[in-house]
C-alpha cells in the first residue's frame, strides 16, 4: 500500500526558510515523479514543484522559481521541498503526490504559516 507522509512544516516570519520533507513507501520511490502542491484556505490546490525520475530535472510554478527548490534521495525514498525566502502568501498546506500506475497518491498534508 502506497504511503506518503509529510513533515517540517511551522511557522516562520518572512524571509525565513522551512525543509520539506516526504518519505514514500508501497512504491518503487525511485521509477516516479513527485510533486509538491500546496493548498490555501479558499483556494484550489496548486502545483508547486516536480521532480522528474530518477532526479535530475525539476519545474517550478512562477512563485516557487528562485526561491523554492525540489530534491530527492532515492536511496531514503525522500523527496524535500527547501523553501527560501518565505512571504506570508506563502501560507498553506504542503502535499506530496505521485501518480502510478495503481492510481494518483497525497500524503495528509504539513502546515505552513509565514506570518511575524
Known amino acids: 500500500q502506497v504511503h506518503l507522509v509529510e513533515s517540517g512544516g511551522g511557522l516562520v516570519q518572512p524571509g525565513g526558510s522551512l525543509r520539506l520533507s516526504c518519505v514514500a513507501r508501497g512504491f518503487t520511490f525511485s521509477a516516479y515523479s513527485m510533486h509538491w502542491y500546496r493548498q490555501a484556505p479558499g483556494k484550489g490546490r496548486e502545483l508547486v514543484a516536480t521532480i522528474i525520475s530518477p532526479g535530475s530535472d525539476t519545474n517550478y510554478a512562477d512563485s516557487a522559481k528562485g526561491r523554492f527548490t525540489i530534491s530527492r534521495d532515492n536511496a531514503k525514498n525522500t523527496v524535500y521541498l527547501q523553501m527560501n525566502s518565505l512571504k506570508p502568501e506563502d501560507t498553506a498546506v504542503y502535499f506530496c503526490?505521485?501518480?502510478?500506475?495503481?492510481?494518483?497518491?497525497w500524503g495528509q498534508g504539513t502546515q505552513v504559516t509565514v506570518s511575524s
Open positions: 503526490n505521485t501518480v502510478t500506475p495503481r492510481g494518483a497518491y
